[in-house]
């Protein structure tokens, strides 16, 4: 059989970016229709240009002045060192000159720097996505102001793959711990889906991540997946690919394990419940029928594996097993085909 377990998740997307703005201005244009799938580097918003190419263009000025003025220094320090090797200029005044070059070298500098400033300014009222994903509702639209206090204009959220996270108990982990580290921990345990509509995901996914810390409200461990979103064939909805998962979606996790393994197996009708836990009726030698409380895995409707309690060849009551006694004598026969697959 295969190991399977059962927990409550999310589904979350990898990277999820928040577009803002950098500068102030006024929104020019919005070029993505809401709900499409963009592409890194997309063009989204364009922000009102004119005052911050000003910008650029004045700083741009202001370096050739600088330059020019770097220029001019250059020369007079030459003229000064060439008087004063000619005997005819003093030492006092290459100083001078050369503190004056040393200055105009620094504006050139700083203006340079600034234009460099006016550049990324300008670049800004650029707004492009920085991801691939499905971008969100504008809460801005054109002809507003907007600026770095403005908060969200949309959001774009990454679509394949996709996280599922979901947390376990603790015991529940550790048992799981100790059962997968020998086969190959995170690659011996595969990740299937159930869909809030009941259907199973068609794709499998693969344990990634693990937390550092116990969540202390909960005593649970949070564990996390990945798992493949394709597009749905040729399936779109106005124009836009159409996937099965959606972040922030509720769905139900089914932990594998990737290879079945042997257990031993018993008929679901042997099972039997009360405050303390499962438990069978084994029937000894003697044909005396003893409790023993069993730890019960996987189960199917038909059938119940069992992880602890009993051992190979042991014989359990199927039939009859609601007037069965602990400790009270039977009379054992093998149980009927028809009962077998009832």
């Known amino acids: 059989m295969t190991d399977s377990y059962e927990f409550n998740g999310r589904i979350q997307a990898i990277n999820s970016v928040n577009i803002v703005a950098r500068v102030s201005a006024f929104l020019d244009q919005q070029l993505f229709t809401e709900g499409i799938d963009v592409k890194k580097g997309d063009l989204l918003y364009v922000l009102e240009r004119p005052p911050y190419q000003a910008t650029v263009d004045v700083q741009k000025a202001a370096v050739a002045q600088a330059k020019a003025q770097l220029e001019n220094g250059n020369i007079e320090l030459w003229r000064k060192r060439d008087l004063v090797q000619k005997n005819a200029g003093t030492q006092q005044a290459v100083d001078t000159a050369l503190a004056t070059q040393r200055t105009q070298t620094a504006q050139v500098q700083a203006a340079e720097a600034q234009l460099e400033s006016a550049t990324i300014n300008l670049d800004y009222t650029e707004i492009r996505s920085p991801i691939d994903g499905r971008i969100g509702r504008t809460s801005v639209t054109i002809g507003n102001v907007v600026s770095p206090a403005s908060g969200t204009l949309t959001t774009v959220v990454s679509q394949d793959p996709m996280y599922v996270v979901f947390p376990v108990p603790t015991r529940r982990a550790i048992e799981l711990r100790e059962e997968y580290a020998k086969v190959g921990g995170f690659d011996a345990v595969k990740i299937r889906l159930r869909l809030p509509d009941g259907r199973i995901y068609a794709q499998t996914g693969k344990l990634d991540f693990i937390n550092n810390a116990i969540a202390q409200d909960t005593d649970t461990l949070t564990v996390r997946g990945v798992i493949p979103n394709p597009v749905l064939g040729a399936e779109t909805a106005g124009g836009v ?102």
């Open 241 to 342: 690919n159409l996937r099965e998962l959606i972040a922030d979606e509720f769905v139900t996790v089914l932990l594998e394990s990737v290879k079945p393994k042997e257990v031993i197996a018993i008929p679901r009708a042997a099972i039997l419940t009360d405050q303390e836990g499962s438990y069978v009726y084994v029937v000894d030698d003697h044909n005396i029928a003893r409790q023993r409380r069993v730890r019960v895995g996987q189960m199917t409707p038909e059938t119940a594996a069992i992880v602890e309690g009993l051992k190979e060849g042991e014989q359990v009551i199927v039939e009859g097993v609601q007037r069965a006694r602990p400790n009270a004598p039977v009379t054992p026969a093998p149980v009927s085909t028809v009962a077998s697959r009832s």
